[in-house]
């Protein structure tokens, strides 16, 4: 079966009018945007705090939006209709992640262009973002796929949303608690160091292993995501 861009493009018109009618679910990109006007009017100008805008953008564009998409999708029974469909499933998965992905760089970039973050090499930025944009929109995938409502996955998505938004500050108490220093492997606390060495002048062989670090955590999503795919075709 051939890729056919036709039908991802159906799949993410429909996503759009589903999420610009749901005001509940749609509200939320406005969080982080309202944040980092915030941010930039008290003259926080750190990369702990910009990157903690842009981590609550993953968690909640990325993540959030694209959870409550599919777990709309799976209570009208209309992810079931795809499924069945003559559309593959990268098809479908990459059309449910379409509106997502387009959402989350959008809302990223604005949060930087209010909080006035000028990274020092917008290029290793831009990779590590794209990739952790691929990571939390493949656990919101999951999320949704695990979901049995819309109402169920607000609830799911709320520790997501706490740990990697915040979790950043946990390392702070690494060295009273060495059992919290696995935190230092999440995919936001390898951003923050990553976008720490790019301020120092790092380049990409610097923040390879960081990177490498976040496609292993975006590699392993999307295999569970994909085993929880085919069970629910088979359910």
């Known amino acids: ?7 991802v493009n159906a799949i993410f018109q429909k996503d759009f009018k589903d999420f610009s009618r749901n005001i509940a679910v749609s509200i939320v990109i406005f969080l982080p945007l309202i944040l980092a006007a915030l941010y930039e009017r008290m003259g926080i100008d750190s990369i702990q705090a910009h990157f903690m805008i842009i ?10 939006v694209q959870c409550c998409l599919i777990a709309e999708e799976k209570e009208k029974n209309t992810l079931r209709g795809l499924m069945l469909s003559p559309a593959s499933t990268l098809e479908i998965l990459g ?3 379409l509106l997502s992905f387009i959402l989350t760089i959008a809302i990223v970039f604005l ?9 020092a ?3 290793i930025v ?3 973002i794209i990739i952790s944009s691929i990571f939390f929109i493949g656990l919101g995938t999951l999320l949704g796929l695990i979901a049995k409502s819309v109402m169920e996955s607000s609830v799911i ?3 997501v949303i706490t740990i990697f938004t915040m979790g950043s500050f946990v390392t702070e108490w690494a060295d009273k608690y060495p059992i919290l220093q696995v935190a230092e492997y999440l995919p936001n606390i390898q951003l923050i160091e990553l976008a720490t060495k790019v301020e120092q002048g790092a380049g990409f062989g610097d923040v390879f292993s960081n990177l490498a670090v976040i496609v292993i955590w975006a590699v ?12 629910r075709m088979v359910d």
């Open 55 to 64: 981590n609550m953008t993953f968690t909640m564009v990325g993540t959030y």
């Open 111 to 119: 949060c930087a262009y209010l909080s006035e973050y000028r990274p």
């Open 95 to 97: 059309g449910k992640s």
């Open 220 to 231: 392993l999503v999307y295999l569970l995501t994909a085993i929880v795919y085919k069970k």
């Open 126 to 128: 831009a990779v590590a």
């Open 1 to 7: 079966m051939t890729f056919s861009w036709k039908r």
């Open 157 to 159: 998505v709320l520790p």
């Open 121 to 123: 090499n917008i290029a």
